[in-house]
């Protein structure tokens, strides 16, 4: 590890304690330092969260699961990382808790001791669900600060947050076959230190939300409470439904990648656990680099078109994945992550612009029904390819971006450029 790298936290830390902002406009400001804080925080616990499903091929091997079983274990993560979510969000709706974001990573902390302990299926089923209650206090009350700190510029602020989580994403699974998969499952417990990283610079964050939350009431800027449409509320729940229905097919798609795509590797093509994971690894550092891109282009031309293209752009490359050698599943996962991931961003904000000044519920239920999706998906494709075989897998979801086409029935919301 570099020295910049090893310095990066700590200057991290101290600039988020100085709290500089940028000026955006006469009563708006950015300030970059939270989101940065966030971002990388945001990279610690979805590379925390991210070892669950890397080391499914140890865990497997190890208590003989078969690919239900490995389904569970995403479900059990994700249902808790996504039932939460939404009430902690009205929660917090009503009465912030600048000190809830430490408090998740203390879960997480929590569960990653657990699961480097675990002897049992049902050890690692409860494992796997404290790091899942921790993602599920973490996202909404962050998703609120990281508005909170937006400017107004949400699109953006949101892509930073988001692009941290990606990142982690990707890292996990890298450091997962180079650090767990030789060392075996006791080693889980080493990245506990990266929670408790984690739950300092989340204090910090905490300290700057408390000083900064009570001018947000009452002025009403930081929460978005500005109107953007006049639709009726039959509009906004069917809008709200469209959403939904996208995440579904987003989500699933994501989930039979980075849950089953080292297994398609390893049978397909008969490549050793490293060398699949850092195929993993590729795939979803492309995800990571898709993220960010969405939400500024959103604040330029609009959340609606970048939502279209994000979903049904996948879907030529999703149809030729199944029948792609080696070279070209590569190439493929790695253009089908970037247009993919792109997605999120547009849908919150745009979600967001629907129903303002509910930025905790609408941030809960969102990342909330990914992950919710993301682990029936799991659970749904473990069992197919029990039944049927991994390849069957890739062909039924490479349909799935096709469900984009629903993007059409979204109605357009006026949009400031900034």
Same mark, same amino acid.
């Given at each position: 590890?570099?020295?910049?790298?090893? /310095?990066?936290?700590?200057?991290?830390?101290?600039?988020?304690?100085?709290?500089?902002?940028?000026?955006?406009?006469?009563?708006?400001?950015?300030?970059?330092?939270?989101?940065?804080?966030?971002?990388?925080?945001?990279?610690?616990?979805?590379?925390?969260?991210?070892?669950?499903?890397?080391?499914?091929?140890?865990?497997?091997?190890?208590?003989?699961?078969?690919?239900?079983?490995?389904?569970?274990?995403?479900?059990?993560?994700?249902?808790?990382?996504?039932?939460?979510?939404?009430?902690?969000?009205?929660?917090?709706?009503?009465?912030?808790?600048?000190?809830?974001?430490?408090?998740?990573?203390?879960?997480?902390?929590?569960?990653?001791?657990?699961?480097?302990?675990?002897?049992?299926?049902?050890?690692?089923?409860?494992?796997?669900?404290?790091?899942?209650?921790?993602?599920?206090?973490?996202?909404?009350?962050?998703?609120?600060?990281?508005?909170?700190?937006?400017?107004?510029?949400?699109?953006?602020?949101?892509?930073?947050?988001?692009?941290?989580?990606?990142?982690?994403?990707?890292?996990?699974?890298?450091?997962?076959?180079?650090?767990?998969?030789?060392?075996?499952?006791?080693?889980?417990?080493?990245?506990?230190?990266?929670?408790?990283?984690?739950?300092?610079?989340?204090?910090?964050?905490?300290?700057?939300?408390?000083?900064?939350?009570?001018?947000? /009431?009452?002025?009403?800027?930081?929460?978005?409470?500005?109107?953007?449409?006049?639709?009726?509320?039959?509009?906004?729940?069917?809008?709200?439904?469209?959403?939904?229905?996208?995440?579904?097919?987003?989500?699933?798609?994501?989930?039979?990648?980075?849950?089953?795509?080292?297994?398609?590797?390893?049978?397909?093509?008969?490549?050793?656990?490293?060398?699949?994971?850092?195929?993993?690894?590729?795939?979803?550092?492309?995800?990571?680099?898709?993220?960010?891109?969405?939400?500024?282009?959103?604040?330029?031309?609009?959340?609606?078109?970048?939502?279209?293209?994000?979903?049904?752009?996948?879907?030529?490359?999703?149809?030729?994945?199944?029948?792609?050698?080696?070279?070209?599943?590569?190439?493929?996962?790695?253009?089908?992550?970037?247009?993919?991931?792109?997605?999120?961003?547009?849908?919150?904000?745009?979600?967001?612009?629907?129903?303002?000044?509910?930025?905790?519920?609408?941030?809960?239920?969102?990342?909330?029904?990914?992950?919710?999706?993301?682990?029936?998906?799991?659970?749904?494709?473990?069992?197919?390819?029990?039944?049927?075989?991994?390849?069957?897998?890739?062909?039924?979801?490479?349909?799935?971006?096709?469900?984009?086409?629903?993007?059409?029935?979204?109605?357009?919301?006026?949009?400031?450029?900034?």
């Amino acid at each position: 590890m570099s020295e910049n790298a090893i /310095r990066a936290p700590q200057t991290i830390a101290r600039v988020a304690a100085a709290g500089v902002t940028t000026r955006v406009g006469p009563a708006e400001t950015t300030t970059f330092t939270i989101l940065l804080s966030l971002s990388f925080c945001h990279m610690l616990n979805d590379l925390n969260q991210s070892l669950v499903p890397a080391i499914y091929p140890i865990l497997k091997d190890s208590y003989r699961l078969d690919f239900a079983q490995i389904g569970l274990i995403t479900l059990a993560f994700q249902l808790t990382a996504s039932m939460l979510q939404p009430v902690v969000g009205m929660v917090t709706d009503r009465r912030p808790m600048p000190y809830s974001l430490p408090v998740a990573m203390g879960f997480t902390l929590v569960g990653l001791l657990l699961l480097s302990v675990a002897a049992s299926f049902g050890a690692i089923l409860t494992a796997a669900a404290l790091v899942g209650v921790g993602s599920s206090v973490f996202h909404p009350e962050a998703s609120r600060v990281a508005r909170l700190a937006s400017g107004g510029r949400h699109g953006f602020a949101q892509s930073l947050f988001q692009v941290g989580g990606s990142t982690g994403s990707a890292i996990g699974p890298l450091l997962a076959a180079f650090i767990v998969v030789p060392r075996g499952q006791g080693s889980i417990a080493w990245f506990s230190g990266v929670a408790l990283l984690a739950i300092v610079l989340l204090t910090n964050v905490g300290f700057w939300y408390r000083s900064r939350r009570a001018p947000a /009431r009452r002025g009403g800027l930081a929460q978005g409470i500005e109107a953007l449409h006049s639709l009726s509320r039959a509009k906004v729940l069917g809008a709200i439904a469209v959403l939904v229905a996208l995440l579904f097919s987003k989500n699933i798609y994501t989930a039979s990648l980075s849950s089953y795509y080292t297994f398609y590797l390893i049978q397909k093509f008969h490549l050793s656990v490293p060398d699949a994971q850092v195929h993993l690894f590729v795939f979803l550092g492309a995800v990571a680099a898709g993220t960010f891109i969405g939400g500024p282009i959103g604040d330029r031309v609009g959340r609606k078109p970048v939502i279209w293209f994000s979903i049904l752009g996948a879907a030529p490359f999703a149809l030729l994945l199944p029948y792609a050698s080696l070279y070209w599943t590569g190439v493929l996962t790695v253009l089908i992550g970037l247009i993919l991931a792109s997605a999120f961003s547009a849908i919150l904000v745009y979600a967001q612009d629907l129903l303002p000044g509910r930025v905790g519920m609408v941030a809960g239920m969102f990342f909330g029904f990914s992950f919710g999706l993301g682990g029936l998906g799991a659970a749904a494709l473990g069992e197919l390819a029990d039944r049927t075989s991994i390849y069957a897998v890739y062909h039924v979801c490479s349909f799935l971006p096709l469900i984009g086409l629903l993007a059409a029935l979204l109605p357009d919301l006026h949009h400031r450029p900034r």
